[in-house]
């Protein structure tokens, strides 16, 4: 009895399988490509990054070096430290004033006097003002003083004994029965360092600063 012969079959690949195909091919390709994207990114960051550390210690440690060799205008400026306990060697005011109409903007006028024996090179309040009922109404931050003086708020230091005043914020649509107070609050503050009396550490003072606010006169709103 002969066997019957094997025959082998090939089947054409058909348009769909082609394409088929050939997208996994493409995604495999992306997918291996962006693999070693990644891979190349990472050690590049790492590379970067090391550099960068490398070259801030370097800025930081030639920052004293960097501050001697600049002109006495600017390393003076440079030259401070902040010092939240000298806050209580300043006496700060406050009072709203306004417009004279019945709808006028109503601003707040502050005063500043350094009782001590520094130069403040950086003072920023926040100033707030408040109904009768204790509702905020606005705030501003302000820099009553600042390293050097200046245009567009930069008001300059605030030298020992010197008394700084000027006006600042605004609130429209006020009432003239309206009764406003403001409240600041001490955000910053640096003072210069003092080349014979060397900062020294200093125990935390339990003296607040002297701050004295006005509330607008019922009257005075309109």
């Known amino acids: 009895m002969m066997s019957q012969p094997s025959y082998i079959t090939f089947r054409k690949h058909t348009f769909l399988s082609s394409l088929a195909m050939s997208l996994g091919a493409i995604?495999?390709?992306?997918?291996?490509?962006?693999?070693?994207?990644?891979?190349?990114?990472?050690?590049?960051?790492?590379?970067?990054?090391?550099?960068?550390?490398?070259?801030?210690?370097?800025?930081?440690?030639?920052?004293?070096?960097?501050?001697?060799?600049?002109?006495?205008?600017?390393?003076?400026?440079?030259?401070?430290?902040?010092?939240?306990?000298?806050?209580?060697?300043?006496?700060?005011?406050?009072k709203v004033v306004s417009n004279p109409d019945d709808h006028g903007r109503v601003r707040t006028e502050v005063e500043i006097i350094n009782n001590g024996d520094s130069v403040v090179s950086l003072l920023s309040l926040r100033i707030t003002l408040v109904d009768d009922k204790e509702q905020l109404l606005c705030e501003s931050q302000e820099w009553a003083a600042t390293p050097v003086a200046a245009d567009s708020g930069w008001r300059g230091p605030i030298l020992p004994g010197s008394k700084r005043h000027f006006v600042c914020g605004g609130l429209w649509g006020v009432r003239p029965s309206d009764v406003l107070t403001p409240q600041i609050e001490v955000t910053e503050l640096r003072v210069w360092n003092d080349a014979k009396n060397p900062a020294v550490p200093v125990e935390p003072q339990t003296t607040e600063p002297t701050i004295s606010v006005e509330p607008a006169d019922r009257g005075s709103a309109g």
């Open 27 to 94: 995604v495999i390709t992306l997918l291996i490509s962006c693999t070693v994207v990644a891979l190349y990114a990472v050690h590049l960051a790492s590379e970067k990054s090391e550099q960068v550390l490398t070259l801030a210690q370097g800025a930081i440690k030639g920052l004293p070096e960097f501050t001697k060799s600049l002109p006495p205008a600017l390393s003076d400026m440079l030259d401070d430290r902040r010092e939240p306990q000298y806050s209580h060697e300043l006496a700060i005011s406050a």
